[in-house]
């Protein structure tokens, strides 16, 4: 995967203060990410071709990203929310945890979102609707900017919209459905510290596949976990065991957060070199 992608000098020099660059008011933070829709809407305009391919997320056409595993071609719209917001510590993201007794994609973090429906007037909609189902979020409470560039995902055939959305609270949030285990009201400075990110790489048949990843509220020693973890039985004996607000995100959702982070100027460097295997975090449903 490569280090760099297009028009990534807005977050190339943002390491030397790292959290004090973030956002401390909600003026602050729209700002950021109208901004970052905007850099958005260019890329599209100037780069009708890549855009479409997923190049504004990896670098490379989404094709090569999936050249090792069995594709699909991207037939149905989807959209994911990106809600940010202000809160105790500083800016906030809202994330899910999906459901450990999932067939697919067990205990893996996510944005809030799914397929388009026909009833959905637009992909924004779609997006909120999605949150809605998932966590209780009143659509009322958050203020759609836009849209990023499309993110192909050949292996399920979604085509993948980000809605950038910002909220001044976004109220009671809780799991609403089963495919949703933990609502996560994750502070975006837990996410740029340097030592909290990884590149996850799984082994697929010989072929590495990496992508970015972010670990933060690992478990101390004698403190109770709230997430159920065991190792794969292919990763011998070791596993992390995260606090009430912890989690690992990789994946789909890592490289989303990798390239907003950095495109907002709020993500330093980081050591690439540093890898991490998210077998270790295989979930399984509590007895």
């Known amino acids: 995967m490569p280090n760099r992608f297009p028009n990534d000098d807005a977050g190339a020099n943002q390491d030397a203060r790292g959290a004090e660059r973030l956002p401390r008011s909600r003026a602050e933070l729209t700002d950021s990410l109208s901004g970052l829709v905007g850099l958005g809407n260019e890329y599209v305009a100037q780069n009708p071709e890549q855009a479409s391919s997923g190049v504004w997320w990896w670098g490379v056409p ?7 595993v069995k594709v699909t071609e991207p037939s149905r ?4 929310l990106a809600l940010f917001w202000v809160g105790e510590g500083g800016p906030r993201v809202l994330l899910t945890e999906r ?5 697919k994609h067990p205990g893996q973090i996510a944005f809030p979102g ?27 409470r958050a203020r759609v900017l836009g849209t990023l560039p499309v993110a192909p995902i050949l292996t399920s055939g979604f085509n993948v919209t980000p809605v950038i959305a910002v909220a001044e609270d976004p109220g009671l949030l809780a799991p609403q459905t089963g495919e949703v285990s933990r609502v996560l009201r994750t502070r975006v400075a837990d996410l740029v510290e340097p030592a ?13 596949l990496p992508s970015p990843a972010f670990l933060y509220g690992v478990q101390q020693p004698g403190q109770q976990s709230s997430i159920n973890a065991r190792a794969h039985a292919e990763t011998g004996s070791r596993t992390h065991e995260l ?8 994946g789909f959702t890592g490289t989303l957060l990798d390239r907003m982070l950095t495109q907002l100027g709020w993500a330093g460097e980081w050591d690439r070199a540093r890898e991490i295997d998210p077998r270790h975090f295989r979930r399984h449903p509590l007895d």
């Open 62 to 68: 989404s094709t090569e990203v999936h050249r090792h």
């Open 196 to 208: 909290h990110r990884y590149t996850a790489v799984v082994v697929h048949r010989g072929p590495r």
């Open 243 to 250: 606090d009430q607000t912890g989690a690992f995100v990789w």
């Open 114 to 140: 799914g397929g388009a429906e026909h009833s959905d007037a637009d992909l924004p909609e779609t997006a909120l609707r999605e949150a809605h189902e998932e966590t209780g979020l009143d659509p009322a």
């Open 77 to 80: 719209e989807a959209a994911v």
């Open 99 to 103: 459901s450990p007794a999932l067939a």
